[in-house]
């Protein structure tokens, strides 16, 4: 039954066809035996008489309400969607003008520090005591180190909103990169590298060159108190991704705080003992979840560690 307030539409539209005149579609409710409202779309034809008149007309009815409601909810949704993406545009617009911020006024006064210690120590160094120089250089050693701390807070922060770049990757040739680069920063280290299988995975290469040299970076930093350090770097394919791994024979680690590894400036061991800010694995874990894949560790404590990583297969 059509409802009382859409029937003078429909008899209008039932005329219009009756005097010959065919609209393709119409649609107007009709009300159900249990009185909801049922949104109906019509399509109309006619039987022609020799003369040209209409001797019957044929229409055919589809309820769309769910269809309508959907394309209702899509539009809405659609909205939404917009204004979340020009509210994220603005909070990334909000988020550099902070990080410029933060790089630059907490930069300035640490060049101070660092720069007018390094003066006083050229011009009156030699009339220090060995405990006025030790206090001058751990002032330029804590100022240079939050440096790298405001470095790597920032970095982290960008990773978030950097376009990723996908293509396949030759894992092996990344890794023999990363190891040139880091045999030249060390060279007093003779490691050997043992690279097993790895096959190709997908990701951006910039970025995962980065979890390889901050991995890698760890292995070559955690092995420096042993005689014959040894690190080794393989793969392997897991179904519909690829597993990949940075093995060494370092100091380990303690799973019972295993939670705090991929943290950010979370630390297992003090810069005492070890050089670096507590951001690399968190930087690691982040770009692996933007490509979506997973990153895992084990490790024991004077027996070495081993992290993983997967990335989609080509």
Known sequence: ????????????????????????????????RD??????????????????????VIGTGIDITERKQAEVELLKRTAELEDLTQERAAANKELDSFS??????????????DGFSRMILK??????????????????????MMGHLIDDLLAFSRLGRKDLTITTLDIKSLVRDVWKDLKIINPDRHIPLKICKCPTGT???????????????NAVKFTRGRKRAAIEVGGYKDESEHVYYVKDNGIGFDME???????????LHSAEEYEGTGVGLAIVQRIIHRHGGRVWAKGKVDEGACFYFTLRSP
């Open 123 to 144: 011009k009156h160094g030699d009339k220090f005591d060995g405990d006025t120089l030790g206090k001058f250089n751990v002032i330029r050693s804590n100022s240079q």
């Open 100 to 113: 410029y911020s933060i790089s630059h006024d907490l930069r300035t006064p640490l060049r101070a520090i």
């Open 35 to 56: 009185g909801s409202r049922r949104l109906v779309a019509w399509s109309n034809s006619a039987l022609i008489g020799e003369s040209g008149e209409v001797l019957h």
């Open 203 to 217: 990701g951006d290469q910039t970025l995962i060159r980065q979890v390889l040299t901050n991995l890698l970076s």
């Open 257 to 267: 705080y295993y939670n705090k590894l991929f943290g950010v400036f979370q630390r």
């Open 1 to 32: 039954m059509v409802p009382p307030e859409d029937l003078a539409g429909v008899l209008s539209t039932w005329e219009e066809v009756s005097a010959g005149a065919f609209p393709n579609t119409h649609e107007n409710y009709w009300l159900t």
